[in-house]
């Protein structure tokens, strides 16, 4: 049996990360935070500080495709992230397939699309992104 593991899930994007905490014991995971890009790159320095806050084993990154499985512009960026953070913090980097998880976690908060808080919904997609890939590891 695989000891608990604490996870970090990230739904990447060009302005803003939104972040998440997870547990493999529970299977559940918890919207964290949302880190604004610096000059057009990730915020590393707060990336740095969770990952030495939460000492996660492993990183769970959403990867965007769309509806048919192809992938955008966006995959290839998420991608780069994944390989960024990996390089970075030496842990584990998975990847998650994600599709509308912003629409899904607009729908979880309630939130009106053209009023919502975008670093809400940005957290919350990383909940479910990472609330998500803990359901396919049991």
Do not use: C, Y
Not at 79 to 94: D, I, S, T, Y
Not at 96 to 120: C, T, Y
Request: proline share 4%; glycine share 8%.
């Amino acid at each position: 049996m695989t000891s608990p593991q604490t996870l970090l899930g990230f739904d990447f994007g060009e302005k803003r990360t939104g972040v998440a905490v997870g547990q493999s014991l529970t299977g559940t995971a918890t919207a964290l935070t949302t880190l604004n890009s610096q000059r057009n790159k990730p915020d590393w320095l707060g990336i740095e500080a969770l990952i030495k806050e939460w000492q996660p084993n492993a990183l769970v990154v959403g990867i965007p495709v769309h509806m048919d499985g192809t992938e955008q512009a966006m995959t290839l960026a998420a991608r780069k992230f994944a390989r960024q953070l990996e390089g970075r913090f030496q842990l584990p980097v998975h990847e998650a397939e994600e599709r509308l998880s912003s629409v899904e976690a607009e729908e979880a908060l309630g939130a009106n699309p053209d009023k919502a808080d975008k670093a809400d919904i940005d957290r919350e997609a990383a909940r479910i992104i990472l609330q998500s890939w803990l359901g396919t590891q049991s």
